[in-house]
């Protein structure tokens, strides 16, 4: 289960300004002036004084355990060795690459991480140099993964399936946890606005998802033989490709690779639409007493598209595949056989393949927010959603994401 909060940071910047055309000059010739605006704005502040307002931002919030701090497709500092208070140290990192912020940038991302509540939350700050002045020039992601419903060490898969599946019976452990979450949100709001002083600061309620894993991620957990228990940090963040950004965009697995993650949306779909009298409810009972509750649950495919709410998830539980049979498999077997995932695959679809791309468009021209490992995805991405991906109107500026395009 995946609990996602957004936020939005509005700052003042400078206009931007394009090339006169053939035309502008011929008709400044005849005395007719051309607005070059385009509409966007462009940041003024230094992007290693922005890094730095943002360690500050996150410490009002107590928030000082850093992941990541990525400039386009350069890992400026990363986590390996899973520090705690390292916030200064990603500053540091910063500043010892000068030479390298000198250069400007055209994306900005810093990754915290947070374990408030029983809640382990991944905050993701993407500031981007340009936006268009009704845009956000800077979101906050979060994602959060409530500690209670993950196998713990030395637990076996099977006594965490009875006991997490007896715990999800408490009607109130969704709604607690997401007012958690609102909680951590507030603050973080509090902080990025007495930071950040002469912008605005937007922050969304927290909402609630169950995500039905790929093919490839339930393998995974079989091959893994059910021993990985912590989520390990990816060398290199495999951000989602088109689409991935939406309001469901969760940054835990662009960052980190998480076998149980994928074992716990498995058995709450199993829990949402099959039987478990031994927990204590039947099929169709966990979605309404979230919904009852004031905190309804989406259920969504692993690339961000919705099937629906999960007080309905019995009408269209067939699109899931075969939930039930696959989240009891033996994932702990030490000879796992994924042949009978057929019938979980046949309701699989994906816009890109499901695998995600390291910094999305690697070893092509564009650098980030493209469909896929292909020149030919960049110009289907910037047509078709530039809101998410193109610094600007795709006709004019598809060069932010996909630079041959």
Not at 58 to 77: E, H, P, S
Not at 127 to 136: F, G, I, T, Y
Not at 170 to 187: D, F
């Amino acid at each position: 289960m995946h609990l996602t909060a957004q936020a939005r940071i509005f700052l003042p910047g400078e206009d931007v300004f394009r090339k006169p055309t053939f035309w502008d000059k011929i008709g400044g010739f005849f005395g007719g002036e051309a607005d070059l605006r385009t509409g966007e704005i462009q940041l003024t502040q230094g992007v290693l004084a922005l890094t730095e307002q943002v360690q500050q931002a996150l410490a009002l919030a107590k928030i000082r355990n850093a992941v990541t701090l990525v400039i386009d497709t350069d890992v400026i500092y990363q986590d390996v060795d899973d520090l705690e208070d390292d916030a200064d140290l990603l500053v540091k990192a910063a500043r010892d690459n000068a030479d390298r912020f000198a250069r400007g940038f055209q994306v900005l991302r810093a990754v915290f991480e947070h374990e408030v509540d029983g809640l382990h939350a991944l905050i993701e700050i993407t500031v981007r140099a340009k936006a268009k002045k009704a845009e956000p020039i800077a979101t906050v992601s979060v994602g959060a993964r409530i500690q209670e419903l993950r196998p713990k060490d030395g637990e076996s898969l099977d006594d965490a399936k009875e006991r997490i599946g007896k715990a999800l019976g408490n009607a109130q452990l969704v709604p607690t946890y997401r007012n958690a979450l609102n909680n951590l949100m507030n603050k973080i709001g509090a902080g990025l606005q007495r930071v950040f002083a002469s912008g605005h600061v937007e922050v969304d309620p927290a909402d609630a998802q169950v995500v039905r894993p790929s093919g490839q991620d339930v393998r995974a957990l079989g091959q893994s033989g059910g021993n990985q228990r912590d989520a390990d940090l990816r060398d290199t963040p495999m951000y989602p490709g088109r689409g991935g950004y939406g309001p469901y965009y969760d940054p835990w697995g662009t960052y980190y690779r998480d076998p149980m993650d994928t074992f716990v949306n498995l058995m709450i779909l199993d829990a949402l639409i099959s039987p478990h009298y031994g927990w204590g409810y039947g099929p169709g009972w966990l979605g309404g007493q979230w919904s009852s509750y004031g905190a309804p649950v989406t259920v969504i495919n692993y690339n961000g598209q919705p099937y629906g709410n999960a007080s309905d998830a019995l009408s269209y539980s067939d699109r899931l595949g075969d939930v039930h049979s696959t989240a009891n498999m033996d994932f702990e077997a030490a000879h796992w056989d994924d042949s009978s995932l057929a019938s979980y695959d046949a309701g699989d679809s994906s816009w890109g393949g499901g695998t995600g791309t390291n910094f999305d468009c690697a070893g092509d021209s564009g650098t980030f927010d493209c469909a896929g490992g292909g020149s030919s995805d960049c110009s289907t991405d910037c047509s078709s959603d530039c809101s998410w991906d193109c610094s600007s109107d795709c006709s004019s500026d598809c060069s932010f994401d996909c630079s041959g395009d």
